[in-house]
């Protein structure tokens, strides 16, 4: 296994790519999302253990779909079996991915946890410009830097362990040099969603000013965020495809420019 080094340009074919394969199979692709989601929601309800248990589940249900962003690029239609990909490779390849599960869900508890002792949630809604709203603020944008490292991390890391058969550690390196070395192409990638998310957002401010209605652009904003979610989703298969190729050592890591 190769670490490919790819030009910043191709954050944008990652974007292109994920749409163009997600229109393949729309229905499939939302059904599977959707399916996804309502696992993590369900699991997450369980008394005492949910939030870990869901936890627990994201390296799976991640690379569940990316299995099926695979077949359906490859013209195949993906089955709702697709999403269990990570359970049916193997008894050694599964103890792995719940390993990395296990994992996720530790630093992810961890990260939640330093984020409260920093920074109480406040008993009362917050209003909009008060020390309490600024307070959540500044809950949010440390949740995402502390979180940063832990996405860096398991980014590639169930693709790694369930298509290349590497161990989880290994998987969690080779994970964050990839991204690392490819920073460029993940922050066009980045900035390149963020417009698409911006210009969704100003379409239905117009459609909302037209009508004169929040509540209609409410419902008009639900399922094209879910759509959004869902092709974003998508692309996160070529992502790995680029970042790594094929070579005749699958547990070694060489550098291609």
């Not at 600024?134 to 940063?148: F, M």
Request: with cysteine; charged share 10%.
């Amino acid at each position: 296994m190769n670490l490919n080094i790819v030009p910043a340009r191709t954050g944008v074919q990652w974007v292109r790519e994920g749409i163009q394969t997600f229109f393949r199979q729309p229905l499939a692709l939302v059904g599977l999302f959707f399916m996804y989601m309502a696992v993590m929601l369900i699991v997450s309800q369980f008394p005492g253990i949910g939030v870990l248990l869901a936890g627990v589940l994201v390296p799976a249900s991640t690379l569940g779909l990316m299995a099926a962003t695979r077949e359906a690029a490859q013209g195949r239609f993906p089955m709702p079996t697709v999403l269990a990909s990570a359970f049916r490779a193997g008894q050694q390849r599964m103890k792995a991915m719940l390993v990395l599960g296990l994992a996720y869900a530790v630093l992810s508890t961890l990260v939640s946890l330093i984020v409260s002792a920093l920074l109480p949630t406040p008993e009362a809604p917050a209003q909009a410009g008060t020390p309490a709203a600024q307070q959540v603020s500044g809950a949010v944008l440390l949740t995402l830097l502390l979180h940063l490292p832990i996405f860096l991390m398991f980014w590639h890391a169930p693709a790694l362990v369930h298509w290349h058969g590497v161990s989880p550690a290994k998987s969690l390196f080779f994970s964050i040099v990839a991204c690392l070395r490819n920073a460029r192409a993940f922050l066009v990638y980045g900035l390149a969603w963020a417009g698409l998310v911006m210009a969704m957002g100003m379409v239905i401010a117009i459609f909302a000013s037209l009508v004169g209605s929040a509540e209609a652009a409410s419902m008009v904003m639900m399922p094209f965020a879910f759509l959004m979610a869902a092709m974003m989703s998508t692309s996160i298969y070529f992502t790995f495809r680029d970042c790594f190729v094929e070579s005749e050592a699958p547990a070694a890591l060489t550098t291609e420019a």
